[in-house]
């Protein structure tokens, strides 16, 4: 079970490589709902009815529920491989619980996407070079994904000269999976032998997957566009934004495509917090306001409302009618910031 981003396909790709390799078994691969981070009754559902004994999750914050980890330990073994900030323990005699915090603790866990951890698990395990540069080139898409290209290309892991090519793939994915949301479809071509070799066929080269890119960046503009006037921009006494809390209505999953974007392009340091339909997707680079304490505070009064993540970004959800309360706390929290 795999989240619905970019780093979330690419680390379930690896570990489907991984487990298609080490044991010839093909594993039966799933999402959840976009913005389901823990796992739902459905899920539970799910696995029982295929009478699965074997669960990995990758890139999701299961820890936001224990107890639906403890009602799978019952019929099945899980591992859990993630990144997101700690919520609670869930180690057991079936859990295997890796956590970035945990699995290298000197590196800020937002910096140290799902797909990265994949990689290095399997390259603990398997001496096949050629094998092992095609994970890790998959895991250079997911890293871009959350925004860790350049931490890594710093550490030598990825060179600085792909990054452009690796970028654009990147976004190409993260369209596809925001427009149409055939997560399984990406992993299907990812999960191709040789795949750097043939990525320009399988997807940039590819207009039944390449044209959302276009259609993105058309939405994309749009929303920006209407930013001046549909936004609300929280100002310090000199002028300088520090909050833009934007509602928006759109047809795609676009919020933390649009929220980096204006985090990173227009407002690097600011809090972006976007909205459509109750859930939300906050980001904040400067690293010294956190995205998902910020977020816990301002639903923990909320009934039916999640959320969490990462210091510099997180998301969540919280019922329609209450969005106006989230949005007060939200500038809040932040004018207590400076
Ligand atoms: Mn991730």
Redesign the pocket.
């Known amino acids: 079970m795999y ?1 619905t ?1 970019c ?2 396909v690419c680390s379930c790709t690896i570990v489907k490589k991984t487990l298609k390799y080490l044991l010839g078994k093909d594993a039966f691969i799933f999402t959840q709902k976009q913005g389901k981070i823990a796992v739902t009754t459905s899920t539970i559902k799910l696995l029982k009815k295929n009478k699965i004994n074997k669960f990995i999750t990758v ?1 999701m914050a299961v820890d936001e529920d224990p107890e639906k980890i403890k009602k799978i330990e019952k019929f099945a073994d899980i591992l859990i491989i993630d ?1 997101h900030i700690k919520k609670a323990d869930l180690s057991s005699a079936k859990t295997t619980f890796i956590k970035a915090q945990d699995f290298a603790p000197g590196i800020q866990p937002s910096k140290n ?2 797909s990265k951890m994949c990689f290095d698990l399997a390259n603990f395990m398997i001496n096949d070079r050629k094998f092992i540069n095609e994970l890790k080139y998959v895991s250079s898409i ?1 890293i871009s994904g ?1 925004m860790g290209y350049d931490f890594w290309s710093e550490k030598k892991f990825l060179a600085k000269e792909s990054k452009e090519k690796i970028t654009k793939i990147d976004h190409i994915i993260s369209s596809y999976l925001s427009a149409k949301g055939n997560y399984n479809t990406i992993v299907n071509i990812l999960e191709e032998e040789d795949i750097e070799r043939k990525i320009n066929k399988l997807l940039v080269e590819n207009k039944d997957i390449s044209k959302y890119y276009f259609v993105i960046q058309k939405e994309l503009e749009r929303l920006i566009l209407e930013m001046e006037h549909r936004a609300y921009f929280l100002k310090s006494d000199k002028g300088e934004v520090k909050l833009v809390f934007y509602r928006i209505k759109s047809r795609y999953s676009i919020k933390s495509i649009l929220s980096n974007k204006l985090s990173s392009e227009y407002f690097p340091e600011s809090t972006v917090v976007i909205e459509k339909k109750g859930g939300f997707s906050a980001r904040n680079q400067t690293f010294k306001i956190s995205m998902n304490d910020m977020v816990k505070s301002a639903t923990k009064n909320i009934d039916n409302s999640s959320g969490g993540g990462h210091i510099p970004a997180a998301g969540g959800y919280v019922p329609d009618d209450k969005v106006d309360e989230f949005f007060r706390n939200v500038v809040e929290y932040i004018k207590g910031t400076f």
Request: charged share 40%.
């Open positions: 989240h981003d780093d979330g890139d990144h996407p799902a997911g959350d």
